[in-house]
């Protein structure tokens, strides 16, 4: 019975933070999105950008980096995964369940900063999945125009 009311909450807690993207996208385009499915839990993310680099960095501990797939369009950024955390013992009984398991899945739409999305560069070390994208340079050209 435990472990049905801990599934019940989670479900409930994805379910608001579903919602609670959905209205903040009304005002304007929003940074970044978390998507919460019905089965998916969602890793903590940090976007930050430097003079010449913008940074996505998740959190994703006691992942399988073969297990993580990044794909990447001109808009946003999905990272899809799983994670498995088997209690040892028969019908364990849980205290505490905070460690979120099973497939996630999380969005990131990219601020509107130009970048070069051809190579990024990913790195994955203590748990940290690593993101950077080059800022594209804008190659402002001026010409004159003559008036007839």
Excluded at 40 to 63: A, E, K, M, V
Excluded at 89 to 102: L, V
């Amino acid at each position: 019975m435990k472990k049905t009311i801990f599934e019940d909450i989670l479900n409930l807690q994805r379910e608001v933070i579903r919602l609670m993207n959905e209205i903040s996208m009304f005002p304007s385009k929003t940074l970044s999105l978390s998507q919460a499915g019905d089965n998916n839990w969602q890793p903590h993310c940090d976007i930050y950008r430097t003079q010449d680099r913008l940074f996505i960095i998740f959190d994703i501990s006691g992942i399988n980096k073969d297990s993580v797939k990044i794909r990447t369009s001109h808009e946003y950024l999905i990272i899809t995964g799983q994670r498995y955390l088997a209690a040892q013992g028969s019908d364990p009984s849980y205290y505490t369940m905070e460690i979120e398991s099973g497939p996630f899945e999380r969005i990131v739409y990219f601020p509107e900063v130009p970048l070069n999305y051809e190579q990024p560069e990913v790195s994955y070390q203590d748990g940290l999945l690593k993101i950077s994208f080059n800022i594209a340079v804008k190659d402002e050209r001026i010409f004159e125009i003559e008036i007839d």
